[in-house]
């Protein structure tokens, strides 16, 4: 087999359909076929799913990371790893090759938006993924998808719009004034400054999970199933509200 045809190969696995990557669903088929993202080329085919997994499918924090992707559409909220799984589910749906690239993120960027009680019962590193897609001849890493722009808008405000290093708020960055988080074929990032292990990368987000678990077990599990992710996502929702007041402000 040359090296054409073995790539070929691989990059039709990497638009198959899984359990978690459940895209023959029908949200998911209804979602594509009422965008009519599959009259769009590649480019803008990678960036309508991208927008809206990063926009409409709010940050927000789903009941555990191995969700299938139909579930996650449902909930119309995410995180890191959740948000990841719908939208590969949605480039796989769209026959563009896709994979998962496994990490640990510090616990650290997340204060601010668990509340401090929960923070302290949360793992020192975090299972975190961005997803990568074949476009172009490379692979190009994208994870600035995480937060929609109503949240990252009011963290900018809340800590100053030419703010640079910045570490908590689910946010790891270089740069918060200006983090590149919008798809233009190259790589995006927003947590990339806290990652702590890499674990490489894997074909499905199935393969991710059988291999390293997820966060929480036992009664935590429980517990944040139940109890505290609810608490954590009425925080959330308390900081993006924080953009709307800022808007006030500015148009008094």
Not at 77 to 101: D, E, S, V, W
Not at 197 to 220: A, C, M, Q, R
């Amino acid at each position: 087999m040359n090296t054409t045809s073995r790539l070929s190969a691989q990059h039709a696995k990497l638009t198959e359909a899984s359990a978690i990557l459940d895209f023959k669903t029908p949200n998911i088929a209804q979602l594509i076929s009422e965008r009519d993202w599959e009259r769009l080329d590649t480019f803008e085919q990678i960036g309508a799913a991208y927008q809206f997994v990063k926009d409409e499918i709010q940050f927000g924090y789903n009941r555990s990371d191995d969700m299938p992707a139909s579930e996650i559409l449902k909930d119309g909220y995410g995180q890191c790893n959740t948000k990841g799984t719908l939208f590969m589910a949605l480039l796989r749906a769209l026959n563009i090759p896709c994979r998962l690239h496994g990490f640990t993120i510090d616990q650290s960027l997340q204060k601010g938006a668990i509340p401090p009680l929960i923070f302290q019962l949360a793992p020192k590193y975090i299972l975190h993924s961005w997803v990568e897609v074949y476009f172009d001849g490379r692979w190009v890493n994208l994870e600035g998808f995480i937060l929609d722009a109503r949240y990252l808008s009011a963290i900018q405000t809340r800590f100053g719009a030419d703010t640079e290093t910045f570490c908590g708020y689910g946010v790891a960055t270089q740069c918060l004034s200006s983090s590149p988080v919008n798809w233009t074929g190259s790589d995006t990032y927003i947590q990339k400054e806290g990652i702590h292990d890499d674990f490489g990368v894997f074909n499905t987000p199935d393969e991710f999970y059988t291999k390293h678990g997820t966060n929480l077990s036992g009664v935590k599990r429980w517990l944040y199933i139940y109890v505290f992710r609810h608490i954590i996502n009425w925080n959330v929702a308390r900081i993006r509200r924080y953009h709307n007041r800022g808007k006030q402000i500015a148009s008094a």
